[in-house]
């Protein structure tokens, strides 16, 4: 008798968890009775520590004292000091202990690297910072590269470049006298293929897209070195300074087109990206210039020009609201952040409350598969900023052009584009 009742409560025992809702049996990585674990990779120290520190800052902010479904919502943040195989170790112990989404993750060819392991393990990425190869076409054509895991903040640099380049047409400046310089990597690749696109749209445009193609293969089976005096573009070597031979490319590409570089874009670090104003201020380049937001990095690329004492005008494309704005969504990350509050954390803070809202939306428990529902099923108002995962991997389609003069933005006018 004692031994049946033992089996019986064995039985009911193994039961519970099933008439529970599976909650021990079933449970989704990183998701427990009581919190929703999220990990993220980040270079906090090093060159790059001005994207992860700020974007760190801004999805904690975001995220503190947030409750979903009765859970608390925990951010662990590992160092990947912006190398891809250090990505990799650090991510793998992450997976292992649980996390529910991979958030605000910051560096293009780390990404890269860590997508498929992510995708391999059924995670989600979420608001990826400087994912440019990672994005899907703009929204005027097909969707079918969607990737199912991928859910960014980001519009991307296809269309931070083809604003940029619009607006220098509407300006007066001609596709051939458009040029850009640009890391030698994933990010720069990303670059060139946004201005092959935003001139394939242009009259007069035949000469500078004949490289293109070129170019973009290239790229794409490496860093290459000898990619330069190919077109429009001058490109310099991940991690060094070297300037001269992109620089010298653009003057070839002068020379070769007998159309002066009116309008230079700047895919770079802040750093590479000022001293390249300096050197082309040296050279006495009479050269517009233009940075992606990456570029800018919030302030930093001001800062390097003032350190510089270079006083030009940059037009910078901006893919947040403005920082002195009105929106409700500018508001919260204001009294979060205080007088902290730049460029880049508002877009940490814009991507950490992306994930609340759409952790909020889902229908049915927390789960990975419903979690990626709900962002997909409709376009949704984030404090007056619209996400739109409907129609590709991109949620945002917001860029605003600014004028950095000196040591403050300023809004963007047609005069900005002439010397």
């Not at 619009?166 to 400046?173: F, K, L, S, V």
Request: include cysteine.
């Amino acid at each position: 008798m004692a031994y049946k009742l033992f089996v019986i409560v064995l039985l009911i025992g193994g039961l519970i968890p099933f008439l529970g809702g599976g909650s021990v049996l079933a449970a989704e990585p990183g998701v427990t009775e009581t919190t929703i674990r999220v990990g993220a990779t980040m270079p906090l120290g090093g060159d790059s520590e001005i994207y992860g520190l700020n974007m760190k800052k801004g999805i904690e902010a975001a995220l503190a004292n947030q409750i979903v479904q009765g859970r608390k919502v925990e951010l662990e943040v590992v160092n990947n000091f912006d190398e891809h195989i250090t990505t990799i170790e650090v991510v793998k112990p992450l997976i292992d202990k649980g996390i529910f989404v991979m958030l605000g993750h910051v560096g293009t060819l780390t990404s890269l690297k860590l997508i498929p392991l992510l995708a391999g393990n059924e995670i989600p990425a979420v608001g990826f910072y400087m994912a440019g190869p990672l994005e899907t076409k703009t929204e005027d054509e097909d969707t079918s590269d969607i990737d199912p895991y991928i859910l960014n903040f980001r519009p991307g640099h296809i269309r931070e470049v083809t604003a940029i380049v619009a607006a220098a047409t509407d300006a007066g400046i001609k596709a051939p006298q458009i040029c850009m310089f640009a890391q030698n990597d994933a990010d720069g690749l990303a670059g060139v293929d946004g201005l092959k696109s935003a001139l394939a749209k242009l009259p007069n445009a035949q000469k500078p897209l004949q490289s293109f193609d070129k170019i973009i293969e290239m790229m794409w089976g490496g860093i290459n070195p000898a990619l330069n005096n190919m077109g429009p573009v001058g490109l310099y070597l991940r991690g060094t300074t070297l300037l001269r031979e992109g620089h010298q490319s653009l003057k070839n590409w002068e020379k070769n087109s007998g159309e002066p570089c009116r309008l230079v874009i700047l895919v770079a670090t802040p750093k590479v990206a000022a001293d390249f104003i300096a050197y082309a201020s040296y050279k006495n380049e009479n050269w517009i210039f233009s940075a992606i937001s990456a570029t800018a990095a919030g302030d930093a690329l001001k800062n390097r020009l003032l350190e510089n004492n270079i006083q030009t005008k940059v037009i910078v494309s901006q893919i947040v609201p403005v920082l002195d704005g009105n929106l409700p969504i500018v508001t919260d990350a204001r009294n979060a952040l205080g007088s902290e509050l730049n460029l880049v954390n508002l877009e940490g803070f814009i991507v950490g409350r992306m994930f609340l809202n759409i952790l909020r939306s889902m229908n049915g428990p927390v789960t990975r598969a419903n979690f990626l529902k709900a962002a997909r099923r409709q376009s949704f108002d984030l404090g007056g900023l619209k996400i739109d995962f409907t129609k590709g991997n991109q949620g945002s389609s917001l860029v605003l052009l600014r004028t950095l003069n000196v040591d403050k933005y300023a809004a963007f006018s047609a005069e900005d584009m002439k010397r």
